[in-house]
C-alpha cells in the first residue's frame, strides 16, 4: 500500500505542474494582448500603412511576406488590432505596398499620412447603402462639430458623402478612378490637418451621396 502511494504522488505532481504552467500562460497571453500600445502617427511627411491583422496567425503571415528593413509594429488602432507599417516618404511607395499586402497576403491596408485622432458622431442617413466600385476613396474620419464636414467640402470643392469602411463612419471627399487625383486630394487634406485615408473603394460601403448637416 506504502509502494502504491507513492507511485501516484508523481503522477498528482504532474497534474499539478501542467496546471500551473496552463494558468501562467493564461495570464502572460492576457498580459500580452493588454501590452498591445496605441499607433504612433506617421510623422510629417510620412506615409504609413495599417493592416487590420487581428490574430498572431495574420500578423506572423503577414510579417513573413515583408522584408526585415521595414518599420513593422503591431499597435491598437481604434478598436482594431492592426500592424503599422511606416517610414515611407513617397505615396507611390506606400501604394505599390498595400497592394502588394492585398494581392499577396490577402489583408486590407490603409494609407494615412499625419493623422489626429478624432472622436467622430455619424451623421443620419435615410438613403438605401451601396458598395462603390472601382477605383479609389479619399475618407476623413470627423470632428463631432458639423462644421467639418463644410470645411472638407471646401478644400475638395464638391460635395461631400458618408460612407461606412471596416465599419465605420467617415465622410467620403473623393471618390474616382484616377489615381493621381486620389493622391492629390489626400495630400491637400493631410496639408489642412484632416485624418485623411485612401482605400479600395470597393469596399466602402456610401449610405448618404451628400451630407446636408443643419
Not at 493592416?51 to 509594429?73: G, M
Not at 475638395?156 to 458618408?162: E, I, P, T
Request: glycine share 8%; hydrophobic share 35%.
Amino acid at each position: 500500500m506504502y509502494k502504491s502511494v507513492v507511485k501516484q504522488f508523481p503522477t498528482l505532481s504532474s497534474a499539478l505542474v501542467l496546471t500551473l504552467i496552463g494558468l501562467i500562460g493564461g495570464v502572460n497571453s492576457v498580459s500580452a494582448q493588454q501590452e498591445i500600445s496605441v499607433c504612433q502617427p506617421p510623422s510629417a511627411g510620412e506615409y504609413l500603412l495599417l493592416v487590420i491583422s487581428p490574430t498572431p496567425d495574420k500578423q506572423s503571415q503577414l510579417r513573413r511576406a515583408l522584408p526585415n528593413e521595414l518599420k513593422i509594429t503591431t499597435c491598437k488602432y481604434l478598436k482594431d488590432t492592426v500592424t503599422r507599417i511606416g517610414g515611407f516618404s513617397k505615396i507611390d511607395d506606400a501604394n505599390r505596398w498595400a497592394r502588394y499586402i492585398n494581392n499577396v497576403v490577402g489583408l486590407t491596408a490603409i494609407i494615412t499620412t499625419r493623422p489626429k485622432g478624432v472622436a467622430s458622431t455619424p451623421p443620419t442617413t435615410s438613403n438605401k447603402p451601396q458598395k462603390l466600385g472601382d477605383g479609389f476613396a479619399v475618407l476623413v474620419d470627423y470632428f463631432n462639430h458639423p462644421e467639418i464636414a463644410d470645411q472638407v467640402q471646401q478644400v475638395v470643392g464638391g460635395d461631400v458623402g458618408f460612407v461606412s469602411y471596416g465599419q465605420r463612419p467617415y465622410l467620403l471627399a473623393v471618390y474616382t478612378t484616377n489615381q493621381k487625383e486620389a493622391y492629390r486630394t489626400l495630400q491637400t487634406l493631410s496639408d489642412h490637418g484632416f485624418y485623411a485615408i485612401l482605400v479600395d473603394s470597393r469596399k466602402v460601403l456610401l449610405l448618404r451621396s451628400v451630407v446636408h448637416l443643419q
